[in-house]
């Protein structure tokens, strides 16, 4: 009742405005200031897309200003009997809460004028990947707008999105998202969504051909990723257990590799901060949790789990290199080594016998990478 009485009120007071015009030359309007209920309206910097800035503006006025409306305010956008109020010669105007900027409300049609979401976010992908580096800074403030205007997205879409942002090199873009969790709503709470951040960090080393400047950044990236699963915003009150991702050497075992690179290429072979043998401590206390077990007429899994091996597999190897083959920490790696190759070498003969010619083959493709610069 409350809420009808509000649209009636302000429906009055905008008819009683345009009843009053008396002088032709001055045009009366109404204007009310709308709460920032889901924080700031996002605002977009101009990018190098025309057709992502087009984008970008119609979902800013059709889809993000209307979650910031009063429920009066929505009646007169959205109910078609009362959109006739919009469409006089006195705008009706209104302001969201902590910004100056003032917007006319229009009509809406919530079928035709609202964008699909999925298929957006999509096409949103595809011009970033196009456009320059600097667009992408345009992905946090959208996503914060889907998320204040109750709109979803599936684990499997912000899987894709820092898949990509990752190959454009934007793990920074990445980790901003992640940090603006509870604006964004870009949670690591699946391994799919783990594996693309952590191999998001390793790929920003193999970006800069292994640069000393790359593969300190790399690492940096995997540490602030590691700390972020630690984030209570993340776990969401998650208790730890052998499928926590805290708890995966998978998702250790990059931090290891990176560290060892560094420590190998760059450090004299030494562990001058200790963050090799800590975090292969880390890798081998969680080493049970994972499956290490592939077989035939599953090149799928074969090949999702030999990207994640791959890293192990040679973050072990020059672990072993830094703190020596022959040290008793050394040799305590040499059954998680033996017990690894021997799934990662079934894992590349299956993905080399089943998967179809025209597949990615990233299990390949990655353990290829690693060993043209590390054997």
Request: aromatic residues 6%; positive net charge.
């Amino acid at each position: 009742m409350a809420g009808r009485a509000g649209e009636m009120a302000l429906c009055s007071r905008i008819c009683l405005r345009q009843a009053s015009r008396h002088h032709p030359p001055t045009r009366s309007f109404t204007s009310t200031t709308a709460r920032a209920k889901h924080g700031s309206l996002p605002t977009f910097a101009p990018t190098s897309s025309p057709q992502l800035d087009d984008l970008l503006s119609a979902f800013r006025q059709n889809v993000f200003l209307p979650s910031h409306l009063f429920r009066p305010q929505r009646a007169l956008v959205y109910r078609t009997k009362l959109q006739h109020l919009l469409l006089t010669e006195d705008p009706v105007t209104a302001s969201v809460s902590g910004s100056d900027e003032v917007h006319t409300l229009k009509p809406l049609s919530r079928v035709k004028d609202e964008p699909n979401t999925r298929k957006s976010l999509n096409k949103v992908l595809e011009l970033l990947g196009e456009g320059e580096a600097r667009d992408w800074d345009c992905l946090p403030g959208f996503l914060e707008g889907l998320k204040g205007a109750g709109r979803k997205i599936s684990p499997a879409m912000v899987e894709k999105l820092v898949r990509r942002a990752s190959e454009k090199g934007r793990q920074g873009t990445v980790m901003e998202c992640l940090r603006r969790v509870e604006r964004t709503g870009v949670v690591l709470d699946s391994p799919e969504v783990a594996r693309e951040v952590m191999l998001g960090a390793l790929r920003k080393a193999m970006q800069s051909e292994w640069s000393e400047e790359g593969v300190t950044k790399a690492l940096k990236y995997a540490e602030g990723f590691l700390e972020l699963m630690e984030d209570p915003r993340h776990v969401q009150g998650r208790r730890l257990s052998s499928e926590d991702l805290r708890c995966r050497p998978e998702t250790i075992g990059f931090a290891v590799l990176l560290a060892g690179v560094r420590a190998v290429k760059y450090s004299n072979k030494k562990d001058e901060d200790g963050k090799i043998r800590s975090y292969t401590e880390r890798m081998l206390a969680t080493w049970g949790n994972a499956d290490y077990v592939v077989t035939n007429g599953a090149w799928s899994d074969a090949n999702y789990k030999l990207v994640m091996w791959s890293p192990m597999w040679y973050g072990l190897k020059t672990a072993q290199q830094v703190l020596g083959e022959n040290s008793e920490f050394g040799r305590s790696l040499d059954k998680a080594l033996q017990d690894l190759a021997l799934s990662i070498q079934k894992a590349k003969d299956i993905i080399s016998a089943e998967a179809p010619k025209n597949s990615k083959r990233r299990g390949l493709e990655m353990y290829s990478k690693l060993a043209s610069v590390l054997e």
